[in-house]
């Protein structure tokens, strides 16, 4: 089973700073999606970027950019310039393939709690 | 953008009665929905899988009894916890997706609170 592991429970950051979240995953497949997905505190889950694993270049979006190691089963996020905005919940996740179990799902990590101070 | 809408935002229940969730996609058909659960400073779980027209698949360790979901449309799916239990208390969140998995949408979330 693909899991998702994201190692830094809490980062923070000066704004106007960078701050890259880390997270790394297991897998057997060579094609897949993976994502960040930010939580701010209504709850409500946003896409920041996602990145499909066969493109080798990174995907950027803005001020988020990812560092994608597929060797490494590695994909950390960048956030440039950050803003108060930024503070949130980050998580890692996963989509799996329909072949697993006859269903796509997202596997989420643990999350990094995010703080940015003015 | 594509929005997903669920429905209470927050409820509180005494102990024993049932709470319906609903989780509507505004602007597209969803033939899957996701219900997840959050626990406090924790990562979404993945509950089940609604489907429309047919059954839902429910995670290991899920008791479909308790959690009922109904997916009777192509932009209504429902989650009903049976029998509340304070235990049940969480925060339980929906995610429909638009061209697979590519792109998921979440609703709101609901918070339970059993009492």
């Known amino acids: 089973a693909q899991t998702v592991t994201q190692s830094q429970p809490e980062m923070s950051v000066q704004e106007a700073e960078t701050v890259t979240l880390s997270c790394t995953y297991d897998?057997?497949?060579?094609?897949?999606?993976l994502f960040w997905y930010k939580q701010p505190p209504s709850r409500q889950m946003i896409l920041v970027i996602r990145q499909e694993a066969y493109k080798q270049q990174n995907a950027t979006e803005n001020r988020f950019s990812v560092n994608f190691q597929k060797a490494a089963k590695s994909f950390s996020l960048k956030i440039s310039d950050s803003q108060l905005g930024d503070a949130a919940m980050y998580f890692c996740a996963y989509r799996t393939s329909l072949t697993q179990g006859g269903s796509e799902k997202l596997v989420f990590g643990k999350g990094t709690k995010l703080t940015v101070n003015p | 953008g594509a929005v997903v809408s669920q429905h209470p935002s927050r409820v509180i229940c005494k102990s024993g009665t049932s709470v319906k969730i609903e989780c509507r996609s505004l602007?597209?058909?969803?033939?899957?929905m996701f219900w997840y659960r959050q626990f406090p400073k924790q990562s979404l779980m993945l509950m089940a899988t609604?489907?429309?027209?047919?059954?839902?698949?429910?995670e290991q360790g899920v008791e479909k009894d308790k959690f009922l979901i109904n997916h009777a449309s192509l932009t209504l799916s429902t989650l009903t916890v049976t029998s509340a239990h304070p235990e049940d208390s969480s925060f339980y969140i929906c995610?429909?997706?638009?061209?697979?998995?590519?792109?998921?949408?979440f609703g709101q979330g609901t918070r339970l609170t059993v009492v």
């Open positions: 995610s429909a997706p638009e061209g697979g998995l590519v792109r998921a949408f």
């Open positions: 897998t057997s497949e060579s094609d897949y999606y």
């Open positions: 602007d597209f058909q969803a033939t899957t």
């Open positions: 609604s489907n429309e027209g047919s059954k839902a698949t429910y």
